[in-house]
C-alpha cells in the first residue's frame, strides 16, 4: 500500500523558516513534488525533485527562498523554506507520480499526502 505523510508544517513570523518533510512508503517514486493550497484558491506547484535528486523544479513564488531534496535511502522528500511570506499560508501536500518526468500539474500525480497546515503571520 502505497502511503505519503507529510510534517513539520506549523506557525512561524514572517521572515522565519520551515522545513517540510515527506515520508514515501510502499515503493519508490520517479518524480516527486510538492504542492499547496491556501483557502478559496487552487492547489498551485511549489517544487518537484526526481528520483536522483539532480532534476529540479520550483515554482516562480518560492525560487530562491525554498529547497527541495530527497534521501533514498530513508525514502523522504524534504522542502526547506525560508524567508516565509504571509503569502505562504497554506496546506502543502506531497504528491508522487508514476511518470518518468516532472509536472507541475496536480493531476498528473497519482499519490497525494493528507497536508501539513503553514502559516505565516505578518
Known amino acids: 500500500q502505497v502511503q505519503l505523510v507529510e510534517s513539520g508544517g506549523g506557525l512561524v513570523q514572517a521572515g522565519g523558516s520551515l522545513r517540510l518533510s515527506c515520508a514515501a512508503s510502499?515503493?519508490?517514486?520517479?518524480?516527486v513534488a510538492w504542492f499547496r493550497q491556501a483557502p478559496g484558491k487552487d492547489r498551485e506547484f511549489v517544487a518537484s525533485i526526481s528520483w536522483n535528486g539532480l532534476g529540479l523544479h520550483y515554482a516562480e513564488s518560492v525560487q530562491g527562498r525554498s529547497t527541495i531534496s530527497r534521501d533514498n535511502a530513508e525514502n523522504t522528500v524534504n522542502l526547506q523554506m525560508d524567508s516565509l511570506e504571509p503569502e505562504d499560508t497554506a496546506v502543502y501536500y506531497c504528491?508522487?507520480?508514476?511518470?518518468?518526468?516532472?509536472?507541475?500539474?496536480?493531476?498528473?500525480?497519482?499519490?497525494w499526502g493528507p497536508g501539513t497546515q503553514v502559516t505565516v503571520s505578518s
Open positions: 510502499g515503493r519508490t517514486f520517479s518524480h
Open positions: 504528491a508522487a507520480t508514476k511518470l518518468s518526468l516532472p509536472s507541475s500539474r496536480p493531476s498528473l500525480y497519482d499519490y
